[in-house]
């Protein structure tokens, strides 16, 4: 395996002054003709006389310099680079190179979707369409001819704008494109199919026009209205909240059904999986909506942080991811429900990002070394990346903190930079020292910051002890001390006031934030009259665990009386964890599980609570889930655990039985469905309440005829998950086969057909090879297989941790598939055998015989390589 290592970057030899290219598609395959003009790198005092290029699966037709043809004598071509020795200062390249997009199963490069001719190029995609120095330091304006057939082909789209189009013979046609913008080549798109489109206009601030462009196929038109009010919304908030204006005349986006992630940013040509653009209140949820308006979002917001502002190597992928979700976090927060929006963003985190981080897998949110980049692409760059990003807004304060991306883009427009120079233009205008905030980007794992309090009631001395730590990583045995904000109140239980922190040395009063920089420190407090109640890290203001032991009243008294919103659900949440906890150690032993009392009246005044919208009562309300809890136990017992959620559920339905019931009923009216935030809330508390009602038994009959009579995609589809849970085989056999018939035509109400079902607890092994044996099921097609199998390994415990391994085992097999048609979709599914480690000593050797199988395949790629070879070793 070939590691790149980010301490090994030299500036690129040769610079591009403008890159041609021009496709002439035919049936059989593409010709890819470039005319590159290059020109030595004035950075490169060594004067560099040799021209590295990439490019993988390219047939050469011919290559020249300077209009000089290029025989196999002057150039060799090893492992993806094309050494071409003794080039002059100044050069023209041209290749013209043959490629079969019908035969690229990898979904990387130009290939074919249902018929349409796509590319994808993040990261290293371009290097399969043509030679190139594929590296985003490298960048370029780009013009783009397309010659295809008129028929098939009536659509011919590339980045920026078109700058001529006509006939040609033979029933062709061509179109030119051109953009202005310098950037590196994995921004390029081309796309070339029928489609119809969607449009309208946006004029910016400054007044400027801005075509709108949302092609789909035709049968999908009529799900396109919600993306294009997203993207408005879009366009219009990055104006008003960070001063970003669109800079192109044309904003494009394309739907393709075949995609290995969600969406792609490039310049002027978003492209977007089907699943993440279309959209219509019968067949897309509350949770789909938000979804698609926040990747829409997303990728929209790349066009300045990503696309103006680039990245000098892969290292600095967080640079433009976890800036960039962090826009669209704030995005989501600012248009609906900013707590609710806060406490899901963190449940992600912990759940998946923590276990990221404490895996085999674990990398610092600016990794030092690679096999395969695509593997990369996680958790802990995005969402992690987010949450440094926030940490320096919660440390500057919003005012401040536009100054600083002020600066940032400004200062860097044009350039591919690093996270450091990010980091500068933070500390530049705050006047903040961020030297030690800057080892958030360096080292990896979650920090752990224990907490011990003490009150002394004759001298009315209260101190607070903060303890950081953090454990070791791979390659990072020994972490030095993080710079962490610990956003802060301390309530007096008096009279629910606030007590005065000003004279803390380390606490900033604008931002009510406590820096916490040593491995130890202490606050003290005199002359109080009672001991204060704590409310730590609000916000959740650093992406660590807060280990403090306090008693269980404490947390109650947060529950009903914190004003920081989250720290309300993390106080619930608290008290759940701590019972679940408890109660573990008890059924691992043998013994019984008993409910608490004390859970029950706290969660009973949740319920009760007037000041509490129906979103944060679900958000309260609901039991920390599987996969988090697994991370809590050393090595967990998966029938253990489970057994546990099912009778502490079954407790909770049944002590509170009326009042989901009372609930349900009152919230269960016949209102036009409407995606909006009271009305989202509102359904999420409805789904809550019958969630909890399902594991009584008697309500099936409530369940179904909530799945008869709904109008909406976000009721449908909470009565057929509780159906697919249910042991009732001829009633959900019949419910799925209608499902089906109805929605046959419909590819994003199958692919959630099929999740739903890979999903469902009575979901076996046998029925998720019988799904994949279904006409809608295609190994090819990654939403499908993301549907099912992922479904299946995420989020079906109970079967896919099946006692005898054939769980384990039916992924393996799986991920050897897939391998050889698309590496990284097989990759990312090997992340659920990874995590080996958690669990209990049969289970664990099952997950390694599994790693090994896959290891000992001949073929393996570099992306599953590198995942397993990090796991075993
Ligand atoms: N930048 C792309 C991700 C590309 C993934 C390549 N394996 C989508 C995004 O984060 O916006
Ligand atoms: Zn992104």
Known sequence: LNTIYLKDYTAPSFLIEKTTLTFEIFPEYTLVRSHILFSQNPLRTDLP?????????????????????????????????????????????????????????????????????????EAEGFRKITFYPDRPDVMSEF?????????????????????????????????????????????????????????????????????????????????????????????????????????????????????????????????????????????????????IESVIGHEYFHNWSGNRVTCRDWF?????????????????????????????????????????????????????????????????????????????????????????????????????VTTEDFVVCMQEVSGLNLDQFQRWYNQAGTPIVEVFEHFDQASGKYTLKFKQSCPPSINQPEKLAFHIPIKMALMNKADQTHLDLTAIDEFDMDTQVYHLTQDEQMITFENLTSKPVASLLRDFSAPVKLVFDRPKVEFAYLLANDDNSFNQFEAGQSLMQSHLLEQYSILAKGGEYQMDSDLIDAMQSVLAHDELSDAKKAAILTLPNFSYLSDQIDQVDVDVLLNLLKQCKTQIAKALEQQWLDNFNALNDSVEYAFVASQVGKRSFKALCLSYLSYLGQYSGLITSLYE?????????????????????????????????????????????????????????????????????????????????????????????????????????????????????????????????????????????????????????????????????
């Not at 023209?92 to 290939?111: H, Q, R, W």
């Not at 309208?200 to 196929?217: A, N, P, R, S």
């Not at 987010?386 to 919660?394: Q, S």
């Open 316 to 416: 600095q992928l967080s640079l433009k991811e976890g800036f960039t979700v962090f826009r669209d976090s704030e995005f989501t927060a600012d248009l609906h429900d900013r707590a609710v929006k806060r406490i899901d963003d963190v449940k992600l985190l912990k759940t998946m990002q923590f276990a990221e981080d404490a895996g085999p897998m674990a990398h610092p949110i600016r990794p030092s070394s690679y096999v395969e980049i695509n593997n990369f692409y996680t958790l802990t760059v995005y969402e992690k990346g987010a949450e440094v990003v926030r940490m320096l807004h919660t440390l500057l304060g919003e005012t401040t903190f536009r100054k600083g991306s002020d600066l940032y883009f400004d200062r860097f427009d044009g350039q591919a």
């Open 49 to 121: 006389t040799q021209l590295d290029l990439f490019g993988v699966d390219l047939e050469i037709v011919s290559l020249s310099i300077d209009s000089i043809e290029l025989s196999d004598k002057h150039y060799t071509w090893v492992d993806e680079v094309l050494c071409i020795k003794n080039v002059p200062t100044n050069f023209l390249f041209e290749a013209v190179t043959k490629i079969y997009p019908d035969k690229n199963t990898s979904l990387e490069g130009l290939y074919l979707s249902n018929g349409m001719y796509c590319t994808q190029c």
């Open 709 to 873: 009579s709904a109008s909406n995609m976000t009721d449908r589809s909470l009565a057929l998950n509780l159906i697919a849970n249910s042991n009732n085989k001829n009633q959900k056999q019949a419910i799925n086969a209608g499902f089906y018939e109805k929605w046959k035509q419909d590819t994003q109400m199958v692919e959630q057909w099929l999740s739903i079902q890979s999903r469902g607890e009575s979901t076996s092994i046998a029925d998720i090879k019988a799904l994949m044996q279904h006409e809608s099921f295609d190994i090819k097609t990654p939403n499908k297989v993301r549907s099912v199998i992922g479904s299946f390994a995420m989020g079906n415990p109970l079967h896919f941790h099946a006692k005898d391994g054939s769980g384990y085992e039916f992924l393996a097999d799986q991920i050897l598939v897939l391998n050889e048609l698309n590496p990284q979709i097989a990759s990312r599914l090997c992340a659920a055998l990874t995590h080996f480690k958690r669990y209990d000593e049969n289970r664990k050797l099952k997950m390694i015989d599994q790693l090994h199988r896959i290891d000992q395949c001949k073929s393996l790629s570099k992306d599953v390589k590198e995942i397993v070879t990090r796991s075993l070793q």
């Open 143 to 291: 013009e783009t001819r397309i010659e295809a057939d008129l028929n098939d082909y009536p659509t011919l789209l590339s980045n920026g704008n078109l700058l001529d189009s006509g006939e040609l013979e033979n029933n062709r046609h061509f179109a030119v494109w051109q953009d202005p913008f310098k950037k590196p080549c994995y921004l390029f798109a081309l796309v070339a199919g029928d489609l119809d489109v969607k449009e309208d206009v946006f004029t910016t601030v400054e007044g400027k026009k801005v075509e709108l462009k949302i092609f789909v196929e035709s049968h999908n038109m009529h799900k396109t209205e919600f993306a294009m009010q997203s993207l408005i919304r879009s366009m219009k908030w990055d104006e008003e909240r960070f001063g970003r204006v669109y800079d192109l005349d044309l904003f494009m986006i394309v739907a393709v059904d075949h995609f290995n992630m969600g969406a792609m940013e490039n310049k002027g040509l978003n492209i977007f999986n089907s699943a993440l653009v279309l959209a219509d209140e019968a067949t897309t949820t509350d949770a789909g909506f938000e979804r």
